[in-house]
Structure formats: structure tokens, C-alpha cells
């Protein structure tokens, strides 16, 4: 039994010998065949698969108005080139790449497919050694077990290639063969939907991807030797077709796709030999579009409720305050509002902005001119402030943390630093770093006895401003104060902003 297993495998081995000999046409074939041996452990079978669609690039790369090539993964994980077709209009590297080793930081679309299976399209590459930047569109090469063996990819300078018509790619005979059957080979491979017209209207062409589409759009297969008029999906025509010498855009939608279409007359010598079209998938893309914008919406509404439910708590907290003849309830509900009212500024920048981040310079600076007008001295005393430094875009959460410190600090010292005093400025410094960003807060006011600290009673107090700062903000506090004023300093990691 084992014996004939052995046979078998012999057998079914020399059989894929025989079929990648037959396979190989030239020598460009021969030295890709060399290469992927050499560089790789690819079987016998995925050459086959690797070169039938080398075969297939000079009409990939005439249909989509570029260069084609094929990469591998080597068994150093490296990208290799083994397969080039060089447009004869644009040739970006002017010379054979085949052999060459592509950099990861130039190329990481073909890296991502190579290694993770993932297509890209119409992403930026740098190619040549960063002497050229070019769009290049990406798609894995697949074997029959499903495993990732390569990447086809086509590359073109700018986006005004798309703006070509589609040439024609002689045969050797010199006849024009533009419907040849190795574009089905290559076109299994990607992500788009393919569909070729002769000079008569009728379908030559479709790949798998393309009668997805269409039975989506309750079209019966097969498509192949149907007229244009009876596969329309779009609203040109085919005499927009035949006269259009550019390239047409629209956008189709079924039950279950949203895809971009690109329609394009065959032109030769003037005359019009037929018609392509290409249909782009955006279903994910407008998927995740209508997502975000949900979401967008819903922070938005949840900003919206939580300032009304903020401003509602002050509202409460005044009519308490209103009611009530203890002077001590009274101050401890405008420290209260104070606080609540900081936390609303928040909540109101973020409703107004529709994100999840907020710019603390303009935060900070809503904050100081809110206690200014609500200063209980500005009728004795001038007091200015000024928000210098950089601009930080902080997540909720640290924003509002950062508004309560804020709030408390410019609070003290509007309280205590300017008593007898008939001016004072307050001033705030924001400096961003990398890993950690400082918010300043000084004043030229008469400073503090450090044995109050400890007693610091009114408001939150240093001491849980220090709390706020090291559990919350993951941050340091120092403190400064003498006769020529207070100058508080503390740090706060910089958050995530999305």
C-alpha cells in the first residue's frame, strides 16, 4: 500500500514536471522558473499557477493602461520580482526588474498581499529606488488550496492614465487579439469585475467576479454572447460607447454591492474594435462611510444630552443656592457650579465639533473667561488672563479632567492671589510634547504660606488636584509661590486622538 502511495506521488510528481515544461515558452519563462526556485518552496503546481498568469500580464497591463508585474515572498521574507510586462507607453523602471528585491517601506501594498492576503487599490508606491511615485493597484495570487503564492500587481504614474482609452496588444501574427483567453487567467485573480464587447455589441468576456454581479442585479447567466443593450446596468449606451474616446465613470448599485464602473471603448487606428468595462467594489467603502457618519451622529447626540443634562444640574444648583440664607451653602454651591459649568464647556466644545476631541487652547480658554466674568472681584481689582504655547487635541475623558485642574487653579488664585490688589494677571502656558504635554498656570499675585496646603479646604484642593494629575492624567504636579506670585505646573500623558 505504502509502495503504491510512493508511486502515485512519484507519478503525479513527474506529471507536474512535464506540465511546467510544457508551460515554459522562453527563456523569460525558464529564468522565472529558476528564480522561484531558487528563492522560495513553492511546488511545482503553484509555478504552473505562477506562470500562467505571467502569461497573462501584457493584458492586464493593456486593459488597465500600465506596468504589470508578479512577486513572491522569498524564504527571507523578502519581496521578489519574477514577472514583468513593461507598457510600451509608460515603462516606469525603463529597464528588467526581474530578480530585483523590493523594499518594505516603498512597498508595502505588495507586502500586506504577500503576507496577509490583502488587495489594495489605487495606493501610493515609490518605486526605482524613491525616483518615481506611482499608484499601484494589488491583488494576492492564490493556489487551489487557497494559500497565498504571489502578488500580481499593475502600477501607473498618475491618475491621468485612467483618462486614456484602452489600446489593443497585437498578437505575433500582427492581428489584433484583444479578447485573447489569457485575460481570463489573470482576471480570476482580481477584485474587480470584468466584461469585454466585440465591434458588434456582443459580451466576449466575463470573469467570475463579473456574473456575481449581474445575478445580483437579477440577470440570468450566461452573459457571454449577449448583446450590450440586454446587460445594461448603467445609463450609457453603446453608441457612448463607440464615440466616447475617453474613459466614462459611473456608479451602480445592487441588493449587495455599491461598485464604481469604467467604461471604455477598444480603440485601433481610429476605428472603435469594441468595449471594456470594469467594475471597482466600494461596498466596504461606503459600508464603512455610513458608519462612521453613525457614529459621528451618535457622539454628537450623546455631547448634546450631557451638556443639557450639566446645564440643568447648574440650573438646580442655583435655585438651591437662591433659597438658601447659609452663606457656607452658598459658597459651597458657586464651587460647585464652577466646577459643573467647566465640565459644560467641555461637553459643549465636543457637541459642536461632532468628534470625540477637543482643542484644549480653546478650552482652556473658554474656561478662564467664564471665571473672569464671573469674578467676585473684577468690580475692585483688573485682572487679565493670556493662553500661550501649543495647541493639543485632547480625548474627552482628559479633557475634562484637565478642565476641572484648570478650572480649580485659575479659581485659587482669582480668589486669593489678588486680595487689596486693584490689578493681577493670570497666565497660562501649554507645552506639548511627545510623550507628555504641560499646562502652566501662574499668577503675579501675593503667593501662599506652604503649611496651607495641608489645609486647603476650599474647592478640591491641591491635594486631590495632585490625586487628579497622577492617577488620572498620569502626570506629575510642582508647585512654585512666593512673594511674587504662584506658578503651578503639572503634565499629562498625551492621549490617543482618533
Not at 462612521?292 to 435655585?319: F, M, P
Request: aromatic share 6%; glycine share 8%; with cysteine.
Amino acid at each position: 500500500m505504502k509502495a503504491d502511495t510512493k508511486a502515485e506521488r512519484e507519478f503525479m510528481e513527474q506529471k507536474k514536471n512535464k506540465l511546467l515544461s510544457d508551460m515554459i515558452q522562453n527563456d523569460t519563462d525558464k529564468k522565472m522558473v529558476q528564480l522561484v526556485e531558487a528563492a522560495t518552496d513553492l511546488s511545482c503546481g503553484d509555478i504552473c499557477t505562477l506562470l500562467e498568469v505571467a502569461h497573462s500580464l501584457p493584458f492586464v497591463g493593456n486593459l488597465e493602461g500600465g506596468d504589470t508585474y508578479i512577486n513572491v515572498l522569498t524564504r527571507e521574507k523578502e519581496s521578489m520580482v519574477i514577472a514583468q510586462y513593461r507598457h510600451p507607453n509608460y515603462d516606469l523602471y525603463k529597464r528588467s526588474i526581474i530578480g530585483e528585491i523590493e523594499r518594505r517601506e516603498d512597498e508595502p501594498a505588495v507586502y500586506r498581499a504577500l503576507e496577509e492576503g490583502i488587495s489594495g487599490r489605487g495606493l501610493i508606491g515609490i518605486i526605482d529606488e524613491g525616483r518615481t511615485v506611482v499608484r499601484h493597484t494589488v491583488s494576492p495570487i492564490l493556489n487551489s488550496e487557497k494559500k497565498v503564492i504571489g502578488a500580481l500587481t499593475y502600477e501607473y504614474p498618475n491618475a491621468g492614465a485612467d483618462t486614456e482609452s484602452i489600446r489593443i496588444i497585437n498578437n505575433q501574427e500582427g492581428k489584433q487579439d484583444p479578447f485573447n483567453r489569457q485575460l481570463g487567467k489573470a482576471s480570476d485573480y482580481l477584485q474587480d469585475a470584468i466584461l469585454l464587447y466585440d465591434a458588434n455589441g456582443i459580451c466576449t468576456f466575463v470573469n467570475p467576479k463579473a456574473e456575481v454581479l449581474y445575478q445580483d442585479k437579477g440577470f440570468e447567466l450566461p452573459l457571454i454572447g449577449r448583446r450590450c443593450s440586454e446587460l445594461h446596468i448603467t445609463d450609457c449606451n453603446w453608441s457612448d460607447l463607440t464615440e466616447h474616446r475617453g474613459v466614462i465613470r459611473r456608479e451602480v448599485r445592487t441588493p449587495n454591492f455599491i461598485m464604481d464602473a469604467v467604461i471604455s471603448g477598444i480603440w485601433e487606428n481610429g476605428t472603435c474594435q469594441g468595449a471594456a468595462i470594469i467594475f471597482r467594489d466600494k461596498t466596504v467603502v461606503h459600508q464603512m462611510e455610513d458608519e462612521i457618519a453613525y457614529r459621528v451622529a451618535l457622539i454628537h447626540e450623546v455631547h448634546h444630552r450631557v451638556k443639557n443634562n450639566l446645564q440643568t444640574i447648574i440650573s438646580l444648583i442655583g435655585l438651591e443656592a437662591v433659597h438658601t440664607k447659609d452663606e457656607k451653602v452658598k459658597a459651597f454651591a458657586k464651587t460647585i457650579t464652577s466646577h459643573v459649568r467647566s465640565m459644560n464647556i467641555t461637553y459643549d466644545l465636543l457637541s459642536h465639533t461632532g468628534s470625540e476631541n477637543v482643542g484644549l487652547k480653546v478650552l482652556i480658554s473658554r474656561i478662564t473667561d467664564v471665571l473672569l466674568e464671573n469674578n467676585c472681584l473684577k468690580e475692585t481689582c483688573s485682572i487679565s488672563t493670556r493662553v500661550d504655547g501649543d495647541d493639543v487635541i485632547l480625548t474627552e475623558t482628559t479633557a475634562s479632567t484637565v478642565a476641572l485642574i484648570v478650572n480649580e487653579l485659575v479659581q485659587n488664585s482669582l480668589k486669593y492671589a489678588f486680595k487689596d490688589r486693584k490689578q493681577g494677571q493670570i497666565r497660562l502656558k501649554i507645552e506639548k510634547g511627545a510623550s507628555y504635554s504641560w499646562i502652566t498656570v501662574q499668577d503675579d499675585g501675593c503667593g501662599f504660606d506652604n503649611k496651607k496646603i495641608s489645609r486647603a479646604n476650599s474647592g478640591l484642593g491641591l491635594r486631590l488636584i495632585s490625586s487628579l494629575v497622577q492617577s488620572s492624567l498620569k502626570g506629575e504636579l510642582f508647585i512654585e509661590t512666593g512673594e511674587n506670585g504662584t506658578s503651578i505646573r503639572f503634565s499629562f500623558s498625551m492621549p490617543q486622538a482618533g
